[in-house]
């Protein structure tokens, strides 16, 4: 048979169906601008007037074009291009050159095999014969300078014919995929349709080719397909269909298809697909057109039909060796992947060639064509290995592995060593072995090799020692499990119930379903009570783990192993013994504090937050292990500098690390000592991969430092693994102390370390107690970032309902104010009222800021920072790096209208136009815009990863080692150019972090994570552990990626003042203080304690989520509330008043305000009881507060029991004042209230009786014979 070659190609997100025209709502599409061409070349005002217009009706050649973004239309356009260096004077002679693109046609450029490094590659792999490197030497020389792309047209066309030499008419076929979507959840690359390559049609060359110093080819290949809008000819997903299910607040994520990546298949625009791959894009495009059906969207029967018959087609074509070309590599072929074709296209279709390869091997026959391509090398190789590793590598190539990966396996370098042997009993430990590798290969790779379509499985059974017992063979039910805990790990559990493991295990996407019930696990000894939890070993890889009441679930042995290092390391440091504090400690935090200020009741604020700083000081000091917590603002940081300025710290050996690069900024100049990221310091160990971003415990204790005291700042960034490494590369401490919030956004990956550790460690601290302060464990709740304040802040208050803590009293004011529309010195709400999120934007910045929009973007330059230039009509930014933080928009999306993409985009748009013309022009001399978001001088931006890079100091002029984090934000400032320059400078930026420090930054020619991005609006995430002065939240009405934990995150972001635009009423935000609306109770670990997972309603009618409430307070009865007292109040309800009460039910006042009283009781009598929980007495706000309270219930007829209650209702309330909890005075109190003559007796639950059964009358009669 003839090889067939698939392919993939990048399009654009397109809101209406690539087919020819504008989007419908161009504005609302930030996703494609996000790809270089479509960033740079979109005229925004054109398309938002010709919007769902044809694109011939713009009079210009659309943006999208250049991407691909027509491929589905009926009618065919000419693209315009120009040589990148045609200014060059090499390639003067370069003229445009047009390309034709026909009907339904999209243009490929196989960017990776072009890249001049990669290309010389490709060339051996591949057999590139005309590929010559002298000529690209040449080329370069003529040019004056080295790209990275090739230069020579005769390299460039080689190349291009041999990437698409094999693509086959009819035959090959052609997969479409996103980079960028507006879906919340999208997957790192997402399918949304394929077809069958029609024809091809290559480029030529550049118009003025023959007289330049060198030929120059284009790189445009024309495939034309089959797929058609009615369905015909191939399948496209309704993915428009989609998004808009999805902005209505529908959860999609199932019918979207995540593009199958092996290698690179699936990234540089346009690549090769293997046909192992196809297969699996072909069955991932049927799952998710059947998950779209299931949601009420519209995929065409053709379409599944056609589906149906590629699968059988891809099948044959793939056949039983999808893995040669590695196995050939292995065996010394010099041109692996050639040499592969040239074997498989000697079999027909399905056939194996295994037979034919192995009579070549031993040079007593086989395909003469692929017999010429053996080498005596390679006849050595097979002529050394036993048949044992014979017969593993002809398993080895029912794979499609790459070739390191294939290596990694035969060499014993994976995770967990693989022996041949073991590996032909049973082929599913590839997974097995290499789960926690930084490339495991995955379960439906090996999957496919086992259990492929019925044709091959039954010509060509597995060689392997054990067949495989059906689809439920206990090797493959093992590997399933043991790949869906891992995936797991990805969301942040760290275990999984057994119901959950199944429910995912059969939503693996294979050919052979896998049906495992609980009987099965039983049967085949899977069952979690079947498997150990020993941490001592690291096999087999599933074990299990108990969960709370005694029930088991599955955990993976990595995670087992590491949970068992962390808690040892935790027990070893808690049993230590304590520091003697020094009696001048306090004297130190005077020092770093300086003396108090503000009037008197702030004096007085100031002297109790002083007192908490001190006693939690101490704890810090004493402790060898101790959990800081308390929200943004509180002084946490400051206790880590009070300590710094110890000399015996100091002395001791003193390390401070950060998870991120931007918090080891933050914590650096905060406390005033040299910080690392966690990065930085386990690298020198070994313990941090920065090729694949894992953090690994190793157990070398030649490599592990020792240091006095240890700080971690922002400690719940960190997931299980940092933490575990962490400690794995220390010398246990004197001192290890972790600093954070545990209210914020939990980490992204494995566990939740520091929350599990600080609800351990907050048990042994009485909740009515201050300060907040216990052993091993200190809590910080006097906010003093913003000085002058009397009574609670308002933006504090609503920023509480979000924290899981119980509410100060009073708290509900806050929800009424903002209702009224109070001016509030804090907080403010902005409703969008039917206007788009750029347009509540435009009037914030106006009011807020007096932003303007027509006088040049100079309002809007002022109001981040720049100062007014007295000669010239354009701001001076050179001050705009100090000031830069004084506002900052925020979005929980990158994507959408209300997205940071759209909102940075309508703000250059609409205040930076004029610069950027003027960047734009050819004799300017202020640095060329940069990237797709094309930044210019004076944008703010913000920096997107963690590297070294030498920055020059102005003045000084001296370029010295500089360090740059991810998420630094600064404005382009520094350099223009001059008459002694040749050339424009390069963008240069100044951080606020890093002042008087300018930043080299260049034009990577490439989309593909842009080192700098716009920054006037930012995602939450993004905004972790930084603080502005004022913060615009935009929050849209349906949006997935809410939670609490988000909004608390966003609402403490700011010392000054936070903005709440809403789309949706206030009141739905309070559905988000519900507990499962929290992303940390949605994670299951069991790092202190056992995980308790339980299903709770959702809210608004969403459905059930699964919950750890081992993180809520949940009653006897099901009911969550916000703290463990209130627990014990409820379940004296459920006891005496069962089903007669409801939590935080709403109460309207006659004034019109309205409050959520702790518990409303309701009784027979038609009388209604209220009852409140005082949790927070000893602090003095709170008591004030909740005279207020008192008052404004008695305002509605609500007077306490002991006056005889009122006529709006009776009043009671219990404290915790001074640690004490008296329930049966909690209890007697409430049946007095409530009146023990309406008590509700609970049914007695009805027994089930057994009788004795009356024979039938004849049966009577024959037993009396």
Known sequence: MSYVQHLSVRVPWHDSGWGGTVCEDPLGNSSCTLLKKIGEGRDDTLEVTHAGKRFEALGVEPACLAEGGGFLSPRGHVLTRSHPYGHKKALAALSETLVDVPPFSAHGIPFYWLNRQNAEEMAEEQRILDFCGEAEKHAADKLGFEPRWLLHGDNQQAVIEAFFEHVQSEQSLVFFYLKHSPFEDQPRRMLVGAACVESLTMPGRWNGSERTAFPNHMWETIIR??????????????????????????????????????EREFSYATEHVSADVAVAALLELKRAAQAARDLGCSVPERSRQWLDRQLGMAWRRRGPAPGMPAVLGRLGFEHPAFSARALMSTVPDGGDPWPDLEQALEDRGGPEDFRRLVSATSRGIWRHANGQSRQALRLLSRFDLGRKQLDQVLDRKTDIELFEDELLVNPYDLVNCTVDDGEPIPFETIDRGCFPDQGLAERYPLPVTVPLDGPLDRRRVEAALVTVLSRAEDEGHTLLPVEDALCRVAELNVVRPLDVTVSVLQGIELDPASLDDDAGVNWPQLTRTELSGGAFGYKLRSATRRRGWIRAAVRRLRDSTPHAVPKDLEATLATVLGEPDGGAEDHAAEIRARREKAAALKELYRSPLTVLNGPAGTGKTTLVKALARRPEITDGGLLLLAPTGKARVQLEQKADHPAHTLAQFLSRSQRYDGMHGRYLTTGEHSTRERFGTVVVDEASMLTEDMLAALLDALILPQRLILVGDPRQLPPIGAGRPFVDIERRARQDHAPARWP???????????????????????????????????????????????????????????????????????????????????????SFAYSYGATKNPDRTYPDFKTAPAECE???????????????????????????????????????????????????????????????????????????????????????????????????????????????????????????????????????????????????????EAAHSLSRELLYTALTRQTDRVILCHEGPLEDLLLLTNPTSSDTARRFTDLMAPAAPRQLPGRAGAPPVMVDTQMLHISASGVPVRSKNEVIVANILDDIAPGAWTYEKPLYGKDGGRRRPDFTISTHSGRTVYWEHLGMLHDPRYASTWELKKKWYAEQGILPFDQGGGPGGTLIWTSDENGLVDVPAWRESALQAIGRDEILQPRRTAKKTVTARRPPKREVEQQER
């Open 225 to 262: 397909h089959t797929l058609r809008p009615d369905g015909r000819g191939g399948i496209l997903l309704p993915v428009q269909e989609l998004a808009r299910l999805a902005a209505q607040g529908r959860d999609v994520a199932a019918a979207l298809a995540v593009a199958p990546e092996r």
């Open 772 to 858: 907040r302060v216990a052993p091993g464990w200190a809590e910080l709740t006097m906010l003093r970032r913003q000085r002058g304040e009397t009574g609670a802040r308002e933006d504090l208050l609503l920023a509480r309902w979000f924290s899981g803590d119980e509410l100060m009293e009073g708290s509900d004011e806050v929800w009424a104010q903002l209702r009224r529309g109070d001016r509030l010195k804090h907080l403010r709400a902005v409703a969008w009222d039917g206007r788009s999120a750029a347009q509540v934007l435009d009037q914030v910045l106006s009011e807020e800021f007096e932003v303007t929009g027509g006088d040049a973007g100079l």
């Open 886 to 1036: 004084n506002w900052q928009v925020l979005s929980p999306v990158r994507g959408r209208a209300h997205g940071t993409v759209e909102l940075n985009r309508h703000l250059k748009r609409r205040h930076r136009s004029q610069p950027l013309q003027q960047a734009l022009h050819r004799f300017a001399k202020v640095p060329k815009p940069l990237g797709a978001e094309q930044i210019i001088l004076g944008d703010k931006v913000v920096n997107t990863r963690n590297m070294r890079a030498r920055c020059e100091v102005p003045g000084i002029w001296k370029k010295d080692p500089g360090y740059v984090a991810n998420g630094e934000i600064g404005v382009v400032t520094g350099k223009v150019k001059t008459g002694k320059m040749s050339f424009r400078p390069p963008a240069h930026v100044e951080f606020s972090s890093q002042l008087g420090k300018w930043f080299p930054y260049y034009d990577g020619r490439g989309d593909d994570d842009p080192p700098l991005e716009l920054a006037w609006a930012l995602t939450v995430h993004k905004s972790q552990g930084s603080e502005f002065g004022t913060v615009i939240l935009m929050l849209p």
